[in-house]
């Protein structure tokens, strides 16, 4: 079966620091992922999505990155964090009839 | 992406069933109706997947008319661990490509 991992679980970064969160997708072949944002209290935002290795697409312009170095990793990195940069990152997969798989999410907390 | 239309919030109390209806009124052909539940600090998961008519899992049902333009999602006989955060989105299936747009949804508290 397919699984989807995603590392931390809880973060604190302060200002100005970098960041790199990491997703990794077992049981599946070239599968299509997504990085989505979700601030306290709001919706879910997409962020980034690949569609293969080196493929990124981003849907909304900031001080973030992707990179999808393998098949079944995929990277959110930023150079220098933002306060705006906190929130809950959730890394999805997909590749069947039914939508989205999640990860756990990484709770990003700048300071 | 068809944009979807829920409510943003909910109470019911517990045994009572409850309905939650998304409006999807530019949904194309080839789109897919899915519901998502969240519970706070954890990734979405999927509730249930329908075309149209009616479908129905071990979790819920899913209502779609004839023009599905809309869909309910029914939660029979809820009960407090039901209290979570629902999304109603649309899109088309296929391995190429699944984006999906997730809305704010709709909050169901479970009153005891």
């Known amino acids: 079966s397919q699984t989807i991992h995603q590392w931390p679980a809880t973060l604190v970064q302060p200002v100005g620091s970098p960041l790199s969160l990491e997703c990794t997708v077992e049981g599946t072949s070239n599968p299509n992922l997504y990085w989505y944002r979700q601030a306290a209290g709001r919706g879910l935002q997409l962020l980034f999505y690949?569609?293969?290795?080196?493929?990124i697409s981003s849907e909304v312009p900031q001080n973030l990155s992707a990179s999808r170095p393998q098949d079944r990793q995929f990277i959110l990195s930023s150079k220098k964090l933002l306060l705006s940069d906190s929130g809950f990152y959730l890394c999805?997969?997909?590749?069947?009839?039914?939508?989205?798989?999640f990860g756990s999410g990484t709770r990003l907390t700048v300071v | 992406l068809a944009k979807t239309t829920q409510p943003i919030s909910m109470d019911s109390y517990e045994g009572q069933e409850v309905n939650i209806t998304c409006s999807h009124n530019?949904?194309?052909?080839?789109?897919?109706i899915t519901w998502y539940q969240q519970f706070p600090s954890q990734g979405p998961r999927f509730i249930i997947q329908?075309?149209?008519t009616k479908v129905t899992n071990e979790v819920a049902s899913l209502f779609i008319p004839a023009d599905r333009k809309s869909s309910t999602l029914s939660l029979p006989r809820v009960s407090l661990s039901d209290t979570a955060v629902y999304y109603c989105l649309v899109g088309s299936r296929g391995a190429g490509s699944y984006q999906l747009t997730f809305g704010k949804g709709t909050k169901l508290s479970v009153i005891p």
């Open positions: 329908g075309y149209k």
């Open positions: 999805a997969w997909s590749g069947g009839g039914y939508g989205y798989t």
């Open positions: 690949s569609v293969g290795i080196g493929q």
């Open positions: 530019n949904i194309a052909t080839n789109d897919y």
